[in-house]
């Protein structure tokens, strides 16, 4: 069914969770100031939740369980309508579950109205005995410390903001557009090959996944499912936003000269076909012929094996 053109876009509205204590609040203050607030805006869950129950925050923690989901319904559903409102994006914080000492477990307090309206969720990856620390060093105020690894999360929201399905088509192109041989007009073919499993019987993913984590060591016979099969093995399936979400799985598992270092050492143990590696080196003595290998999994894994291989 054709979409109506008046119907209005899905708003980037990215949800930030966190333990209590991990410095939200904090941090949702300091994007503020360096963020701005021309391209993005900014809620505390519970506030939104507040300005919709009479009695406020308080008169909501003695409603029932169906009146409370219902409240954070709507408060979910008033967000994305002010960021549609203002053509903004979203930047929420709040809980996933609470969890309180001596309980064997905790409720979950996010809905399903959450869940399809976030487009990006971050949980914030602080040590626990920050947390303790934190909580008990400043009892009930807001902690003005935040840790490099939050400030690091600027940059994402930054790309979340900016970075779509055209953003990174728009990127692809301009690539292809570098290559010399379509610069100077030389080119008359150009031949598209696959790289894991065809151009070598080795996939490069499941490598990276092995050599950074001990976890996926074999047990029992099974052999265990990557972060990145999970996410493809997900509802999001092979879509722009499993991709995303695998690249930051990538990205957070190692950074800079660690990273780079993996796929050098990756890159160096990959065997390629003997027949497709002559048919590259005939492609690169013509003049008028390209190859470009397309990868779904890391391409500076394979920048290395293809410089590996002259």
């Keep these: 069914m054709a979409q109506n053109p008046s119907s209005p ?10 333990l209590p204590g991990s410095g ?43 009146a409370r989901h219902d409240f954070r319904e709507l408060a979910i559903s008033c967000i994305k309508n002010n960021c549609i409102a203002h053509d903004k994006t979203g930047v929420v914080i709040g809980h996933f579950m609470f969890w309180n000492e001596g309980k064997k477990s905790g409720p979950a307090v996010y809905t399903q109205s959450d869940l399809d309206t976030y487009t990006h969720i971050l949980y914030l990856d602080v040590p626990p005995q920050e947390i303790v620390k934190r909580r008990l060093d400043d009892p009930g105020r807001d902690r003005s410390h935040v840790s490099i690894n939050h400030v690091q999360r600027w940059r994402l929201l930054y790309d979340f903001n900016k970075h779509d399905e055209q953003h990174n088509l728009s990127k692809a192109l301009n690539t292809l557009d570098s290559i010399p041989a379509i610069k100077s007009g030389t080119l008359g073919r150009m031949i598209g090959l696959d790289a894991d499993r065809t151009l070598t019987s080795q996939d490069t993913g499941d490598l990276f996944w092995k050599k950074i ?33 695998v690249t930051l799985l990538h990205e957070e598992r190692l950074r800079g000269d660690e990273y780079d270092s993996v796929c050098k050492d990756i890159a160096s143990s990959v065997t390629l076909d003997g027949e497709f590696l002559n048919f590259l080196h005939l492609i690169a003595q013509q003049a008028h012929v390209a190859a470009v290998v397309v990868t779904c999994g890391l391409a500076q894994i394979w920048k290395y094996v293809l410089e590996l291989e002259g």
């Design 9 to 18: 876009v899905k708003p980037v509205v990215i949800g930030i969770y966190g």
């Design 24 to 66: 939200k609040t904090t941090l949702l203050n300091q994007l503020r100031m360096a963020l701005g607030e021309d391209h993005f805006m900014y809620f505390e869950g519970s506030d939104e939740i507040g300005k919709l129950v009479c009695g406020g925050i308080t008169s909501f923690k003695w409603l029932d369980d169906k």
């Design 213 to 245: 984590s001990q976890l996926l060591e074999y047990a029992g016979g099974e052999r265990p499912k990557t972060p990145a099969q999970v996410v493809f093995e997900s509802p999001l399936g092979y879509s722009y936003d499993a991709f995303r979400q």
